[in-house]
């Protein structure tokens, strides 16, 4: 039986949901996302990475979406213009970093074209199988411009993460959204960016409304857009806490195998063909 006949967008967090381990997009789930292409579906991919870093990704699909990359600060179109653009204000960037922050902590601005970090990371670099745009080792209390899509804060140990965001939340009341979109990795945008938001406006210049989508995600990143979705479905790797705070959610199989094209092949592309025999 279909799951939902109204459903005419398809929307999903990267890591974690849409990619494996090893960072990349199975055949198995390009082949079901090709089926959609042709079934008309519009298909949006809402994720925290940088759009330098997400693109070389998605042309792996074999045809164009819609990219919210940096947790919603950039919307690009199918043909990878940009839509919308949205900065952390320089000097509130600057207050940030003048906050004592463990040094072990790695701490990274991502501009357009290019990273600032105190620190290599290995388990960042890690995550762009083909470096794209690359870091620049910076001392922070020397750049004149600090204005960049977010900030990144990463440790392996949670509960310095979790210091910081108090810190720096209270010291910064109201000028900043944030979410882990891993366990260790702690991202503060702009107020008014969500990925969320950045969908809505999406559907909007395509006559949708978020009761026509089906949205895919793992992470506290991908809270706000699995609520308002009109299905919501979890992966199965999800944080055991996310499951709680949503359990109103469909849950799939993990990403590592293959929970978002399982879940698309058996509720939709199957019920199809059943409706149409």
């Given amino acids: 039986m279909i799951v939902n006949k109204n459903i005419k967008v398809i929307v999903s ?3 974690g949901t849409l990619l494996n381990s090893n960072h990349t997009i199975s ?3 390009i082949s079901v996302f090709q089926k959609l292409h042709l079934h008309n579906y519009v298909i949006i991919v809402a994720t925290g990475r940088h759009h330098l870093d997400a693109m070389p990704i998605l042309d792996s699909l074999g045809f164009p979406v819609y990219l919210v990359s940096s947790n919603g600060a950039r919307i690009h ?11 952390i204000k320089s000097d509130h960037i600057q207050s940030v970093l003048s906050i004592d922050i463990d040094p072990d902590i790695t701490t990274v601005l991502f501009k357009e074209d290019i990273w600032f970090t105190n620190k290599y990371n290995k388990k960042l670099n890690d995550f762009q199988p083909e470096i794209r745009y690359r870091p620049e080792l910076v001392n922070f209390n020397e750049l004149e411009d600090y204005a960049g899509i977010k900030l990144l804060f990463t440790h392996e140990n949670h509960s310095k993460l979790l210091a910081v965001r108090d810190r720096i939340l209270e010291k910064h009341e109201g000028l900043f959204n944030h979410a882990f979109s891993l366990p260790f990795c702690l ?5 008014s960016v969500d990925k969320s938001v ?7 210049l395509e006559n949708f409304s978020f009761q026509e989508t089906l949205v895919f ?4 990143n991908d809270e706000n857009m699995l609520r308002e979705a009109g299905i919501g479905v979890l992966m199965d790797n999800a944080p055991q806490s996310l499951k709680e705070l949503l ?3 469909e849950i799939t199989t993990t990403n590592e195998t293959d929970g978002v094209a399982n879940y698309i092949t058996n509720k939709i592309i199957n019920s199809k063909l059943e409706l149409q025999q």
């Fill in 13 to 15: 967090d990267l890591d």
């Fill in 27 to 29: 055949d198995k789930t």
């Fill in 198 to 204: 950045a969908i809505a406006n999406i559907l909007e």
């Fill in 187 to 191: 991202e503060f945008m702009d107020k």
């Fill in 247 to 249: 359990p109103q959610l």
């Fill in 217 to 220: 995600g793992d992470g506290y």
């Fill in 77 to 87: 179109a199918p043909d990878k213009k940009l839509l919308y653009s949205f900065d």
